[in-house]
């Protein structure tokens, strides 16, 4: 009994001691410490310490961490001391930290190394899937200066250019040697500008015409856009070996992968809970980002006017708002509004019509003026033939005569045909101004629908080389074939054509702008975004309009007094009208009209100044005069009159005809426009739904991709259902805005032209139409 019962307790103790885990000490060898490299830090050792605690104790003590500053002297020292003290591994992260661990021959201690390799300079094999080194293994990003250089050239051509780096790194890299290379025969020179802080950067940068930044990696989000506005400011195109972040704060470009934090973390996690669990370090995997994309910074590039390439477009992810850093003027639509007006040519010309019509009226009235016309003579008669006093053989004499209409129904008549006409060719004006206010608000709207199609089809770019990338992955992990990946490399070149033609038709957009607000054809303008019930749109209450429109006892009186402003306000009518009026002046004037007299009033005044010669007489002048009053009535003028009022008949009857055209066309534009406005409203609300189910259901259906659990036709269904919906939402609320404006403009009344106290009337006067009519 004695015996089992300690063969238990033995037992006991063997499994308590087990079920002991192995405590591991991190020792961290990092190049510098700042608010923001200890969050990251903090993140790492959280992750740690998640991942690897099933299977062992992590610790990370605070005097092992061991901080240099750049400084890979002090990198060597720190190095020693954690290998002679009682880490258990030791992960260095950092360009210094870099720097001594690959110059180490061998490895005392477990040593993980996470930064980037710069593949002119490294002493690693990079074509190895493991270290093969003892204790040694590597998770690194790879650099290229050769490659960065080549990339800042091709953008921007520079002929001299600064390499910035930390200036502990700079002072043990042979760069003037590895720059010499890699530059030697592009007939450009380098500059070498060690930091230890943004400062020194930027007083480093005079008489250079590009920076590449060779390093920073620690620099903070402010310092990074201090430094990016100087450099625009300056004139100075910028690469960073930073992530795509860095170029997002204002730097130009970047070949630098968006690998996420969390998941380089995690594959350090996982490389301790894999050495802790008996894999050694010279087996495992390492892992080299090889995929070097460029990342350029949109607005930045605009700034500089560094030109966009299309043969860019393909291999470029564009960071920034797809707007003109450039631009002169940034128009709202009411500023387009009001500057067509003053600036439109084709108003202008019809203005040109409204004053000759003016003109007319005043030619119409003139034949109330006095005409008035004065006379000289010399006369020489044959002297065989001068008899006195009447036809001596030289005389001068003089004459002047006046004719004044006192009464005349023609005249009466044309200037109130010619007043009509007048108010007709006003009304003609107000309605091409109406014309203009749609012709402009359609040109806006479709800048802002290219700019939203501009960073949407830039987005839908970005998310085929995702599922490029997920499509190699999978052939690389045999769970497809290589057609999903050449599937994709077609459907990116296809996204890549319509991202250009989307950066055309914008650049159509605003030429068209311009063209119409008279600018040169090549003047840089951007325009304001849409939104409902903010700027100069606050007038019109999206809410209240969906309310009415949605409620069946207040939508058809709605329409109902619409159509009955559009018919007050309506030019055309006006216009029809007034010559309507025209035309019947013109039949009285050829029925009744005909018979009343035309009464003017005649004058005659002769003077002979002298004669001589034969026949002539005493040579003080002779004179006389004669005044009359003349009555005219015409009895037969080859049947002019009956015609006439035949025609103006015909016109009568056909201007009636036009005006009832018109009434109906209103009605049925007006019932149509609301009801397009009501689509629109609809598209708002759904469209929102649309978008967040379409993300949703391509997120699953990438993860499901990415498994293996879905075939290449769905996912690319999922992504074009997604593009579908993203463009659908943005041109919601624009659609809805633009017809709303085109429904003013059936009703002849533009909310945004009008002042807060006429759209409230107007408001009222619904109101009261209501009270009135629908008792």
């Not at 040697?177 to 400062?199: A, H, Q, R, W, Y």
Request: proline letters at 3%.
């Amino acid at each position: 009994m004695r015996k089992h019962l300690v063969f238990i307790l033995f037992l006991v103790s063997f499994c308590c001691w087990s079920q002991t885990k192995k405590a591991y000490t991190i020792g961290m060898l990092v190049d510098i410490s700042t608010s923001e490299t200890e969050v990251l830090l903090e993140r790492l050792k959280n992750e740690v310490s998640s991942v690897v605690g099933e299977d062992a104790e992590i610790i990370f003590p605070e005097e092992y961490r061991m901080i240099h500053n750049y400084d890979v002297n002090l990198a060597r020292k720190n190095y020693q001391s954690l290998i002679n003290s009682d880490v258990d591994i030791i992960i260095a992260i950092g360009s210094a930290s870099n720097i001594v661990i690959q110059g180490q021959t061998s490895h005392a201690k477990p040593t993980i190394l996470f930064g980037s390799i710069n593949t002119d300079m490294t002493t690693l094999d990079l074509e190895k899937r493991t270290s093969g080194i003892e204790n040694f293994t590597y998770l690194m990003g790879v650099q290229s200066f050769s490659q960065d250089l080549e990339t800042l050239k091709e953008l921007s051509d520079f002929s001299s250019v600064g390499v910035a780096i930390e200036s502990g790194i700079a002072a043990v890299l042979p760069l003037d040697t590895t720059l010499g290379d890699i530059l030697k025969g592009t007939g450009t020179s380098f500059k070498i500008i060690p930091f230890e802080n943004v400062e020194d950067i930027v007083s480093g940068i005079e008489n250079l015409d590009a920076l590449y930044l060779a390093g920073g990696f620690f620099l903070t989000d402010e310092e990074i856009k201090m430094l990016s506005n100087v450099l625009i400011e300056k004139g100075i195109p910028s690469f960073t070996s930073t992530a795509p972040e860095d170029v997002g704060l204002g730097l130009m470009a970047t070949n630098s992968g968006d690998d996420n934090v969390n998941q380089i973390f995690r594959r350090i996690a996982l490389t301790i809970e894999a050495y802790v669990n008996g894999n050694p370090l010279s087996e495992q995997n390492v892992f080299i980002d090889f995929e070097q994309r460029l990342t350029a910074n949109f607005n930045t590039m605009q700034k500089l006017g560094i030109p966009i390439r299309y043969s860019l477009i393909e291999r470029t992810d564009f960071v920034g708002e797809f707007k003109n850093p450039l631009s002169e003027k940034t128009y709202s639509l009411l500023d387009i509004l009001n500057e067509n007006f003053e600036r439109n040519l084709s108003l202008q010309s019809q203005q040109k019509d409204v004053e000759l019509s003016q003109q007319d009226v005043k030619t119409a009235k003139s034949n109330y003026y006095p005409d008035i016309t004065a006379n000289a003579t010399f006369t020489n008669v044959d002297d065989r033939v001068a008899v006195a006093p009447i036809s001596p053989e030289f005389s001068t004499d003089g004459n002047i005569q006046l004719n004044q209409t006192i009464y005349s129904e023609a005249a009466n008549a044309n200037i109130t045909v010619q007043k009509n006409l007048q108010k007709a060719q006003e009304a003609n004006f107000n309605a091409a101004q109406l014309d203009a206010i749609l012709e402009a608000s359609n040109l806006y709207f479709n800048a802002l629908v290219s700019k939203v199609n501009v960073k949407i089809q830039n987005q839908n770019l970005q998310l085929t080389k995702e599922n490029l990338k997920l499509a190699k992955q999978n052939y690389e992990a045999g769970q497809s074939g290589k057609s999903d990946m050449l599937r994709f490399e077609s459907q990116m070149a296809q996204n890549t054509q319509t991202m250009i033609e989307a950066i055309n038709q914008l650049d159509q957009a605003f030429i068209s702008i311009n063209q119409l607000l008279n600018n040169p054809i090549d003047f840089e303008l951007d325009v304001v975004d849409a939104e409902l019930g903010k700027g100069v749109f606050e007038a019109y209450n999206y809410n209240q309009l969906a309310e009415i429109l949605d409620n069946p006892l207040l939508k058809d009186p709605f329409v109902a007094f619409l159509i009955e402003e559009a018919k007050n306000n309506s030019p055309e009518l006006v216009s029809l009208d007034h010559n309507l009026k025209a035309v019947e002046r013109n039949f009285r004037l050829n029925s009744f009209g005909r018979l009343i007299p035309t009464v003017a009033l005649q004058g005659n005044y002769n003077q002979n100044f002298n004669q001589w010669g034969v026949g002539s007489i005493d040579p003080d002048p002779a004179n006389n005069y004669n005044v009359g009053v003349n009555l005219s009535l015409p009895i037969f003028n080859q049947f002019r009159n009956n015609i006439n009022k035949q025609t103006a008949k015909i016109q009568q009857d056909q201007l009636e005809i036009n005006i009832q055209n018109t009434e109906l066309a209103i009605e049925s534009n007006v019932s149509v426009g609301v009801l397009n406005v009501f689509n629109q409203i609809s598209n708002i609300r759904l469209s929102e739904v649309s978008v967040n189910a379409a993300e949703e259901a391509l997120e699953l259906v990438q993860t499901s991709y990415s498994e293996g659990a879905v075939s290449i036709i769905q996912l690319i269904d999922a992504q074009n259902n997604y593009l579908q919906a993203q463009l659908a939402q943005a041109s919601a609320t624009y659609n809805f805005l633009l017809n709303s404006i085109q429904l003013e403009r059936f009703m002849g009344y533009n909310f945004l032209l009008h002042t807060e106290e006429e759209n409230n009337a107007f408001k009222q006067r619904f109101a009261e139409f209501l009270d009135a009519n629908f008792d």
